[in-house]
Nanobody
Framework: QVQLVESGGGLVQAGDSLRLSCAASRSIVSINRMGWYRQVPGKRRDLVATIISGGSTNYADSVKGRFTISRDNANNTVYLQMNSLKSEDTAVYYC?????????????WGQGTQVTVSS
């Protein structure tokens, strides 16, 4: 198991930047995949970015070139650097840890952090 705590959300203007942090309760070295998702009221939770243990990253098309996911294994923290923010980036952002054991995936979530971008 792992507990995740997000921070760094807030209210910004379009074009601004924010950096979200996700602190894990244990080492993330052995966690297969870490990621960020976002959700707006009434809609499903969508993938924003992921980073696997080997360091490869994946991004939703809507954030490519603007967002960067990174991991600091020494501090058990994953970051999401968000640049050139748009109003459509407004959402609750959730950190996710996926642990794979015996061909099954176990997903763990943080409580979420609100990001609001005013136009």
């Amino acid at each position: 198991q792992v507990q995740l705590v997000e921070s760094g959300g807030g209210l910004v203007q379009a074009g601004d930047s924010l950096r979200l942090s996700c602190a894990a309760s244990r080492s993330i070295v052995s966690i297969n995949r870490m990621g960020w998702y976002r959700q707006v009221p009434g809609k499903r939770r969508d993938l924003v970015a992921t980073i696997i243990s080997g360091g490869s990253t994946n991004y939703a098309d809507s954030v490519k070139g603007r967002f960067t996911i990174s991991r600091d294994n020494a501090n058990n923290t994953v970051y999401l650097q968000m640049n050139s923010l748009k109003s459509e980036d407004t959402a609750v952002y959730y950190c996710n840890a996926r642990i794979t054991r015996r061909w099954s995936n176990y997903d763990y979530w943080g409580q979420g952090t609100q990001v609001t971008v005013s136009s």
